[in-house]
């Protein structure tokens, strides 16, 4: 769970950090930039999909067991 979130945050960065280098020195094509963040974004969404997925799954099988949820 939380190299899923590590991996978010990294892929995050790296978006803004190919959009101030996109900005700054403009060292790819503007369609080959847009193609790169897209990419970037749908992993990042993937990745937020499959931790979410993650965290109710744990969460429903902890409320099946009679575990709190908010401890």
């Known amino acids: 769970m939380k190299r899923l979130?590590?991996?978010?945050?990294v892929l995050f960065i790296a978006g803004v950090f190919l959009?101030?280098?996109?900005m700054w020195f403009?060292?790819?094509?503007h369609e080959l930039f847009l193609?790169?963040?897209?990419?970037?974004?749908?992993v990042f969404v993937v990745l937020f999909a499959i931790?979410?997925?993650r965290k109710e799954y744990k969460d429903y099988k902890?409320?099946?067991?009679g575990?709190?949820?908010d401890d």
């Open 5 to 9: 979130i590590l991996a978010g945050m």
């Open 19 to 22: 959009a101030l280098l996109q």
């Open 26 to 29: 403009a060292p790819w094509s």
């Open 35 to 42: 193609k790169l963040e897209i990419t970037l974004l749908a």
């Open 51 to 53: 931790w979410f997925t």
């Open 62 to 65: 902890r409320q099946l067991s």
């Open 67 to 69: 575990d709190r949820l």
